[in-house]
C-alpha cells in the first residue's frame, strides 16, 4: 500500500456543526478519476504520481465495493482502494506490483479469504481531519461484512531515510512501535490496531523515503466466522473431460443420430466424468434426410431439427449426470442463419455460445452470420469457454476469456483437411499457454457420400495444457488416434492453473503490459 453487496454511502459528520464542510462516505465511479488524479499527482510526485485512467478504470471493474472515497461538497478529498486476495497464493514475500497485478487488481478474487489494502491517500489541504482514520474504519467495515480473515497491507516507511545511517530497518520499526520515533505512516497504521507481521524488502524499490522497504501489516477480523467445510457440493480442484471424436456416418432418421450420441453419453458418464464435448456441426448428416436443391436448402433444412435435439441432450445430461457441450447446430433466428454450440448442465440448465467468426465458405455457401456475445459459463467444476472451430484462430475472444478467469476452453471443430484441422490445433495450443487455461478440443471423422459437398473429415481430437514445469512436457494432457472414432477421457488439476498464474516460470496473466495494450470488446451486444 503506497501507504458481496456492501456499497457505502453515508453521510459523516464534521469536524464541528459550524464547519462548513459537507462530508459523504461513498463508493468510488469512473468520474471521479480526475479528482482522484489530481490528489495523487500531488501526494506521489516523488513515486510517479498518479495511476493511469486505464489502470483506475479497471480496479472499479474489477472490485467496485472495494474502492471507496470520501467526497466534500460533492469534490473527493479522499480514498481507499482494496482487493479480495487468497492470500495463500502470495504469501508474506511478494513486492506491491505482484499483489495487485501491476495496479490492475487482476490478483482480485471474491472468493479470496483476506482484504489487501492497495492504498489510502488524503489530499494534503485536508491533512488533520482525520478522513484516513474513517477510511480505515469503512474497510473494517467491509472487512467483516464480506466475511473475510482479515486485512493486509504493505506500508511505506517515509522517516527512514533520515535515521538509516545509524538503524536497521528492525530496529527504525521497533522504535516506531514503542512510540520513540514517529513515521507518518506506520505510527498511523500502529494506532488504528495492525500489527506488524514482517519487514518486506523491494516492497517498492522507487521509494526512496524507506528505502525500498515496507512493513506487512496485518488487522484481525474478530467477527470472521470460518466457512464449514462442505461434504457435498464442495468446489473441486480437479475436472473429467472426455472429448467424443464423432464419426460422420449414414443415417435413416433423427432418432438413430439420437442413439449415437446418447451411447457415447452413457459412455462417458460411466468413467464419472463431469464434461462431455462433441464436435461442430455433429448433427450434419441429417442433412442426408432428404435431397436437395443446393447448400443453403440443405443447411436450413438441418437447422430444422435443432430444437428437437437440443431437448434431447438437456434430457441426456441430466439422466446421465453429465454435463454437455454439445457440438454446435445451425439455428434459424429472424430467418438469419446462426452456428449455436449449446452448454446442457446436469441440473438442467441451457446456454448458448454463437460463433463469432463464420468462415468464409459459411458466409459464401450458406449464408451464416456471426455472433455478437462472448460468455464464460459456471459450472459445478469450474468456469468454462467455447468458441467453435475457426473462432479459435482469433486470440482475441481467448483473451477476453481470461479475463474472467476461464480455466478450460472448448473447442468443438469440424475440419475436412488436415492443414485446416492443424490450424486449430496449433492456434488452440497457443491459447492455452498465452491464457494459462486448459483448452480441449473435439472433431469429427469419416464422410458423408449422402451429402452433396461435403467432404471427407480430418481430426485428432486433444486437451492441451499451460507450458510449464507442472504440466507434460509437451504441454499436450492426451489426444487421440487420427481419423479414428474414439473418446478421450483426461483429468485435469484445476488448482495447478492458479499456481502457474503466480508462481510459473513465466506469468502470461500476470506479466501483461497493461499500460502498453489492452483487448477490449466494442460489440454494442456483449455481455460480461
Known sequence: MKDDDHSIEREVSSLDETSEHKLLLRSLKLSDF?????????????????????????????????????????????????????????????????????????????????????????????????????????????????????????????????????????????????????????????????????????????????????????????????????????????????????????????????????????????????????????????????????????????AGFSEQLLEHISRLAVSYNINIVAGSMP??????LYNIAYLCRRDGTIESQYKIHPTPSEKKDWYMQGGEQIKVFDTDFGRIGILICYDSEFPELARLMSDQDVQILVVPFWTDTKNGYLRVRLCSQARAIENECYVAIAGSVGNLPQVDSLDIQYAQSAVFSPSDFAFPHDAIMAETTPNTEMTLIVDLDLSKLEFIRNEGSVRNFLDRRRDLYTVGWVGHKHSQ
Open 331 to 336: 439455428v434459424l433466428e429472424d430467418n438469419e
Open 34 to 302: 480526475d479528482e482522484v488524479r489530481s490528489i495523487m499527482e500531488r501526494v506521489y510526485a516523488h513515486l510517479g504520481g498518479s495511476w493511469t485512467k486505464r489502470e483506475y478504470s479497471s480496479q472499479l471493474k474489477r472490485f467496485p465495493d472495494g474502492q471507496i472515497c470520501i467526497e466534500d461538497n460533492g469534490k473527493v478529498v479522499a480514498a481507499a482502494f482494496s482487493a479480495i486476495v487468497d492470500y495463500d497464493k502470495f504469501g508474506d514475500r511478494h513486492t506491491y506490483e505482484e499483489i495487485t497485478g501491476d495496479y490492475y487488481l487482476t490478483t482480485h478474487d471474491p472468493k479470496g479469504n483476506v482484504l489487501y489494502g492497495v492504498d489510502v491517500f488524503v489530499d494534503p489541504d485536508y491533512h488533520g481531519m482525520r478522513l484516513g482514520r474513517r477510511l480505515y474504519e469503512a474497510r473494517k467495515e467491509l472487512c467483516k461484512n464480506l466475511n473475510l480473515r482479515s486485512i493486509i497491507a504493505g506500508g511505506r516507511i517515509p522517516g527512514y531515510k533520515a535515521v538509516s545511517d545509524t538503524l536497521s530497518p528492525f530496529e527504525y520499526i521497533e522504535k516506531v512501535s514503542k512510540r520513540e520515533i514517529y513515521d507518518p505512516i506506520l505510527t498511523f497504521q500502529l494506532a488504528n490496531d495492525f500489527e506488524v507481521k514482517q519487514l518486506l524488502p523491494g516492497y517498492l524499490p522507487e521509494d526512496k523515503e524507506s528505502k525500498g522497504y515496507a512493513t506487512l501489516l496485518i488487522w484481525h477480523n474478530m467477527y470472521f466466522q470460518p466457512q464449514e467445510r462442505k461434504l457435498i457440493g464442495r468446489k473441486k480442484t480437479t475436472a473429467r473431460v472426455g472429448c467424443v471424436q464423432w464419426q460422420m456416418r449414414e443415417h435413416q432418421s433423427v432418432e438413430e443420430l439420437l442413439k449415437q450420441f446418447e451411447y457415447f453419453t452413457d459412455a462417458l458418464s460411466d468413467y464419472k466424468c463431469d464434461l462431455a464435448v462433441f464436435p461442430e456441426f455433429f448433427c450434419a448428416p441429417l442433412m442426408g434426410l432428404k435431397e436437395h436443391e443446393n447448400s443453403v436448402e440443405a443447411i436450413r433444412f438441418l
